[in-house]
């Protein structure tokens, strides 16, 4: 299984992106993928998940903002980021596999500034 992330840049506070996250290969069992970040001087923060294309869940922190849908027919899973604030600036990727990932991208680096 292999994850690529795209669709992260520099916007100032108050923008919005949309990452993207191709994923390839198959997954035994039910199709997950999750969305992750990690910004500096920071633990890793789990977004949140899309389980076989329809069951969504976020981190009571994000589901304000932050939308996870999908192309089921590309396999790609995208995050919508609205309302950016710099302190959403960090590296996000994706991950796959239910529970504990197993499969993760090489991330795609957002930075809010002020």
């Known amino acids: 299984v292999q994850l690529v992330e795209s669709g992260g840049g520099s916007v100032p506070a108050g923008g919005s992106l949309r990452l993207s996250c191709i994923t390839s290969g198959y997954m035994y069992g039910p199709y997950c993928v999750h969305w992750f970040r990690h910004a500096p001087g920071k633990g890793r923060e789990k977004v949140g998940t899309?389980?076989?294309?329809?069951?969504?869940t976020y981190a009571s922190s994000f589901e304000a903002r932050f939308t996870i849908s999908q192309d089921k027919d590309k396999k790609i899973v995208f995050l919508q980021m609205n309302s950016l604030k710099p302190e959403d600036t960090a590296l996000y990727y994706c991950?796959?596999?239910?529970?504990?990932?197993?499969?993760w991208g090489q991330g795609t680096q957002v930075t809010v500034s002020s």
């Open positions: 991950a796959g596999g239910c529970g504990t990932p197993g499969f």
């Open positions: 899309i389980v076989n294309y329809d069951r969504l």
